[in-house]
């Protein structure tokens, strides 16, 4: 079935103190996802387990990410996680922390709506 994107939104999350690659991946995705609402399901009657989504988290360790964890946080839709190398790590030499960022892209997508829509 052919499938169209009809949102993406970019989040960041970090850890400050912690170098806890998992809390920042959370705050990036829920970052995203804050700046968002699809009302399109209640406008047309169309279930959320139609739409698919994607979320795409970058972090320098991508290891350290439980994707499961991640996956079970999304609200709406079937969704899967890819994690990559990406975000950033800031040492601090003087205090020997290191601040963790991670960014999110979370992508939605539902069946093709062509045809289905008349302007009027």
């Given at each position: 079935?052919?499938?169209?994107?009809?949102?993406?939104?970019?989040?960041?999350?970090?850890?400050?103190?912690?170098?806890?690659?998992?809390?920042?991946?959370?705050?990036?995705?829920?970052?995203?996802?804050?700046?968002?609402?699809?009302?399109?399901?209640?406008?047309?009657?169309?279930?959320?387990?139609?739409?698919?989504?994607?979320?795409?988290?970058?972090?320098?360790?991508?290891?350290?990410i439980?994707?499961?964890a991640?996956?079970?946080?999304?609200?709406?839709?079937?969704?899967?996680?890819?994690?990559?190398?990406?975000?950033?790590?800031?040492?601090?030499?003087?205090?020997g922390?290191?601040?963790?960022?991670?960014?999110?892209?979370?992508?939605?997508?539902?069946?093709?709506?062509?045809?289905?829509?008349?302007?009027?």
């Amino acid at each position: 079935m052919m499938e169209q994107r009809v949102i993406i939104e970019m989040g960041m999350g970090n850890d400050l103190h912690g170098m806890d690659y998992q809390k920042a991946a959370r705050r990036a995705i829920e970052d995203a996802i804050r700046h968002s609402t699809l009302p399109i399901f209640q406008s047309i009657d169309m279930p959320h387990t139609q739409m698919r989504v994607q979320v795409t988290v970058g972090v320098q360790e991508p290891d350290h990410i439980d994707i499961e964890a991640l996956r079970s946080g999304l609200p709406r839709g079937r969704v899967a996680v890819t994690v990559v190398k990406g975000g950033l790590n800031i040492p601090n030499p003087e205090t020997g922390d290191t601040a963790v960022v991670a960014t999110a892209a979370v992508e939605a997508f539902l069946p093709s709506q062509i045809g289905k829509w008349v302007q009027s």
